[in-house]
């Protein structure tokens, strides 16, 4: 009777296991997922950071255009 129980308990502990082997399998397919998507979120930011670099550089740019003395010939 102990022989029977201990292979129960054996065949609970091995279907525990496999359950155990594709969720730790699905996690790291989520985690995977989640690392793409955080460098993903990162090249945006880079994008929309060097989008306002240049916006500021070009507004730089035409104020100093307005602030040169125009390059003409003096009467």
């Known amino acids: 009777n102990s022989l029977s129980h201990a292979e129960w308990k054996n065949q609970q502990l091995e279907t525990e296991n496999k359950?155990?082997?594709?969720?730790?399998?699905?996690?790291?397919?989520?985690?995977?997922?989640?690392?793409?998507?955080?460098?993903?979120i990162t090249e945006k930011e880079?994008?929309?950071?060097?989008?306002?670099?240049?916006?500021?550089?070009?507004?730089?740019?035409?104020?100093r255009k307005r602030h040169e003395p125009t390059k003409g010939r003096s009467i």
């Not at 399998?25 to 993903?40: A, F, G, Q, T």
């Not at 880079?46 to 104020?63: A, P």
């Open 19 to 40: 359950a155990l082997k594709l969720e730790n399998r699905e996690l790291k397919v989520s985690k995977n997922l989640l690392d793409d998507l955080s460098e993903v």
């Open 46 to 63: 880079v994008t929309s950071l060097n989008k306002r670099l240049e916006n500021l550089r070009e507004t730089r740019e035409l104020s």
